[in-house]
């Protein structure tokens, strides 16, 4: 999170300090009442503070396992001796006592903010300079903070402890149970829908900055985010597909009031979108890639940990240095067998046999002989000092050639492990349209291969949301119409469309395992999710299907030790004893 020095937030009165200040101070003793909460720095350092702990990494290292290791998408590079956790996550071989299955630091983040909410509104009362605008501000940024913790929470675990108290002392009762899956998000629903519009809607913007703070802080486009998801999750797909479309009409504003340049974007069907590419002689060179993933904070984003690169005091993003890899480091995961030889087979399924897929070279790194030996998406590292637009070699990171061999791949890769500067994003654009379409796949009410009026028209969206997202990541518009229409006729086969692009667009962003949870709740089994995830290793194929056969086994368990220091939780019965219990279809 980045914020510029002196500028006012807008439609709020105060300002804020510079942007190193903003995320160096955390409330110290924050809850020595007679010394704390007194004015207006104190909230803004409490804010300050949960963002901080969520680029941590205890936090990040868990939204990147919990999210995506699990899945058909990434395994381990040999025997990772120095994390033996991380392997068994990597090999589905996750016991109670594995140290990922500990959630204390989100919990950390989630008593932050339910201090925040406490305590501004006294603060708001005794120090004058502190308006109703900053407070509306706050209540919004620490409500959406503590709502993404406790999303992150459930779709991981399904069913946790729950409080929208703040503890201030020892004295509170800690032990509390768990409280199920959908009790929760509903909650979590019914406090965004009161906050959202009390959420800043931009943040002041400049020539150089104002990218900054319009993704690395809760927006009002942040909270909508998140309502989108958690109402697919809750299977609300009209108010899912509602707040996409509101996500749509906020980015196409941001982007003409921020460039002050209008487009009917009509080579996306109007979806507000980078172009792939930017092509010199037989070289293709991935622009969207280099804005989003490289440059970061671009105009597609809606919400990401922002990593300062200027600034050497400033957090590194340890997790994605060490399990992806960098200059000194290969790192502990690499794509799968099965990603691999998606992306090394001209008969590829998962890319549709097409070359040009610009995603087919972005997100890995190849050697001199063209196989995969890495994960490219968060290894470039942009340099402020060399301009994007112009299309030669030395200024990109990333390109993709073309001719003889089928590929050949440029990289400039100026980032190492303990310099890690890559951000992570939450939210993007392309990620809410395929939730969108996920969710009007869900919608159709039609049997299989006898879709009706209505559901032709949802079919119709469906198939342009994700022939948007697919046709912006050509590298050759000769290959535009390698999605046929045609070919999606049927619910199934809608929903695997949906799926595919959403695992070709989001790979190694915490996305995946999180759809194929989702997937197995809906359908009320796990033949889908297991179909997915014992193709990520030959070796590991037959105990991965055996172990996900239970619907309890695609959540993880409650660490060893918060059972034992809290009788009143209840251990995933699919990791240790006591009766099983059924996970049964909402």
Not at 51 to 57: I, K, L, P, T, V
Not at 254 to 265: A, F, N, S
Not at 274 to 288: E, H, T
Not at 568 to 580: D, K, R, T
Request: aromatic fraction near 14%; include cysteine; charged fraction near 25%.
């Amino acid at each position: 999170m980045l914020l510029c020095v002196g500028l006012p937030m807008a439609g709020l009165g105060g300002s804020l300090s510079s942007c190193s200040d903003f995320l160096e101070v955390e409330p110290q003793n924050i809850v020595t009442l007679d010394q704390f909460w007194n004015e207006e720095s104190d909230v803004t350092s409490s804010i300050a503070g949960c963002y901080s702990g969520m680029q941590r990494y205890d936090i990040l290292s868990r939204m990147m396992i919990w999210g995506e290791f699990r899945s058909d998408n990434v395994l381990n590079r040999g025997d990772i001796t120095k994390d033996i956790n991380l392997q068994r996550v990597l090999e589905e071989d996750i016991v109670a006592n594995n140290g990922y299955a500990d959630w204390a630091h989100f919990y950390n983040v989630i008593n932050r903010c339910n201090l925040i909410l406490k305590y501004a509104p006294g603060v708001h009362e005794i120090d004058p300079s502190y308006n109703q605008g900053e407070l509306n501000a706050h209540i919004a940024e620490a409500t959406a903070l503590r709502s993404l913790c406790y999303f992150y929470l459930i779709r991981t675990f399904r069913d946790v402890p729950y409080t929208d108290e703040a503890y201030i002392n020892d004295a509170q009762e800690m032990m509390l149970p768990q409280t199920d899956f959908y009790t929760i998000l509903h909650n979590l629903i019914n406090s965004l829908e009161e906050v959202k519009d009390l959420a800043v809607v931009y943040y002041p913007t400049s020539s150089t900055q104002g990218e900054y703070y319009q993704t690395g802080r809760i927006t009002r486009s942040a909270i909508y985010a998140m309502l989108c998801e958690m109402y697919l999750w809750d299977q609300q797909y009209d108010k899912c597909i509602e707040y996409a479309d509101k996500i749509v009409e906020f980015q196409k504003q941001y982007i003409l009031e921020y460039t002050g340049e209008e487009t009917d974007y009509s080579d996306y069907y109007g979806y507000p979108l980078y172009s792939a590419k930017i092509y010199q002689g037989s070289s293709y060179y991935g622009k969207a890639f280099n804005r989003i993933f490289v440059r970061n904070n671009s105009l597609e984003t809606i919400f990401e940990l922002s990593y300062v690169k200027d600034d050497e005091n400033m957090l590194n993003n340890e997790p994605v240095g060490l399990f992806y890899g960098g200059t000194d480091h290969t790192g502990y995961v690499q794509p799968s067998e099965y990603i691999q030889s998606q992306v090394q087979s001209s008969s590829s399924t998962l890319f549709l046999k097409n070359k040009y897929d610009g995603r087919r070279y972005e997100n890995f790194l190849f050697n001199s002989g063209g196989e995969v030996q890495g994960i490219n998406k968060y290894v470039v590292n942009y340099n402020s000092s060399l301009e994007l637009p112009a299309p030669t070699t030395s200024n990109f990171y990333s390109g993709v050639g073309y001719w003889g061999s089928p590929y050949s791949v440029y990289t400039k890769d100026n980032n190492i492990v303990s310099e890690n500067k890559s951000n992570w994003i939450i939210y993007r654009l392309t990620d809410i349209m395929l939730l969108k379409a996920e969710a009007l796949a869900w919608s159709l009410e039609a049997p299989e291969g006898t879709l009706n009026e209505a559901d032709e028209a949802k079919r119709t969206t469906i198939f342009q949301l994700c022939n948007a997202t697919y046709k912006r990541s050509l590298y050759e518009d000769t290959y535009k119409d390698t999605l046929k229409y045609d070919d999606y006729k049927s619910k199934s086969a809608l929903l695997d469309l949906v799926y595919d692009e959403r695992q070709r667009e989001l790979m190694f962003e915490g996305k995946r395992y999180y759809d194929l949870v989702r997937r197995s709740m809906f359908e009320g089994n796990t033949d889908y999710l297991r179909s997915k995830c014992s193709q990520k290793s030959t070796e590991l194929s037959s105990n991965i299907d055996n172990f996900l056969q239970r619907m309890e086994a695609i959540f993880w368990p409650v660490l060893l030790d918060e059972t034992k220091a809290n009788p009143n939780l209840i251990q995933n019965p699919a990791f240790g004893s006591g009766e099983s219990s059924s996970i049964e279809k909402s």
